[in-house]
């Protein structure tokens, strides 16, 4: 009786120590599990965050690319290979935007969640202001095309044209859509936003080249116009006569509205990040 006693005593002990054992483990994986789930719950969002996020970086490595090929003394990339890689960016662009707002259009009787918080009037009104300066900047740019046309690239027209296009496309989809917030088919949209995020800073990168070199080369005529001539700083200037008297105009006053063209693409480019993220 007193043998069994003790082994009753000792297995109810063992039992009792393989529970608290297991009961720790559970509580463990319980602090564990919920991570890994929410993480598994998480994974296509960062999966898509994550390639979208290399995808853009790679647009605008290829743009800078470019940019610094054209910049170099004796380039082997013109200014219309550049006009030409943005402008095939801008009109992806504009093919996606056309997509989501047909997608958006026909599932207008579900509710989609907004972020009310995304934008203010004041946002919109500056937006609109920017935009507006950067149409005048493309007519310009049409107009000195003009005058200039048999020594210049037929691609500087159609980047002005679609830059315009898409200049005013994006007001509207920012105007309609920067408080969306992307449920459905996160990978496509996803990739499409950050496309056009880094679309506009490729733009902004553009412009920013392009006020430095206005600026240069009406430091270099000033210089010239004081006499001195020992100046190692090339002008690219068309090598031909203007056909119309407004050509000094256009060139002009594209000098003015040159900031407002890249304070505009910052602005955007800032927007749709957001809305990305």
């Given at each position: 009786m007193g043998e069994r006693g003790v082994l009753g005593i000792m297995c109810p002990n063992k039992y009792s120590r393989r529970s608290s054992s297991s009961s720790a483990s559970s509580?463990?994986?319980?602090?564990?599990?919920?991570?890994?789930?929410?993480?598994?719950?998480?994974?296509?969002?960062?999966?898509?965050?994550?390639?979208?996020?290399?995808?853009?970086?790679?647009?605008?490595?290829?743009?800078?690319?470019?940019m610094l090929a054209i910049a170099h003394h004796e380039p082997s990339v013109e200014e219309e290979h550049l006009l030409a890689f943005a402008t095939g960016l801008m009109i992806l662009q504009l093919f996606w935007m056309m997509w989501y707002i047909l997608v958006?259009?026909?599932?207008?009787?579900?509710?989609?969640?907004?972020?009310?918080?995304?934008?203010?009037?004041?946002?919109?009104?500056?937006?609109?202001?920017?935009?507006v300066l950067s149409l005048i900047m493309d007519a310009l740019r049409i107009g000195y095309f003009v005058g200039y046309r048999f020594c210049l690239s037929a691609v500087?027209?159609?980047?002005?044209?679609?830059?315009?296009?898409?200049?005013?496309?994006?007001?509207?989809?920012?105007?309609?859509?920067?408080?969306?917030?992307?449920?459905?088919?996160?990978?496509f949209e996803r990739f499409g936003v950050i496309h056009a995020v880094f679309t506009n800073l490729l733009l902004w990168c553009n412009g920013v080249m392009s006020e430095t070199e206005h600026f240069m080369n009406d430091h270099v005529r000033r210089l010239t116009a004081l006499g001195f001539e020992n100046i190692t700083m090339e002008v690219s200037?068309?090598?031909?006569?203007?056909?119309?008297n407004t050509c000094s105009i256009?060139?002009?006053?594209?000098?003015?509205?040159?900031?407002?063209?890249?304070?505009?693409?910052?602005f955007v480019s800032a927007l749709l990040f957001v809305m990305w993220k």
């Open positions: 509580i463990r994986e319980n602090k564990m599990f919920p991570k890994l789930k929410a993480f598994s719950k998480d994974y296509p969002k960062k999966n898509a965050e994550f390639l979208s996020g290399q995808y853009g970086t790679n647009l605008l490595l290829i743009g800078v690319a470019l958006r259009t026909r599932r207008r009787s579900a509710r989609t969640e907004r972020d009310v918080n995304a934008t203010t009037c004041w946002i919109r009104g500056g937006l609109t202001l920017l935009a500087i027209p159609v980047y002005a044209a679609i830059h315009a296009i898409h200049t005013v496309a994006q007001v509207h989809f920012l105007w309609f859509h920067i408080k969306d917030v992307i449920k459905s088919f996160e990978t200037e068309p090598q031909c006569n203007c056909t119309t256009f060139s002009e006053s594209l000098g003015y509205l040159f900031p407002f063209n890249i304070e505009f693409h910052i």
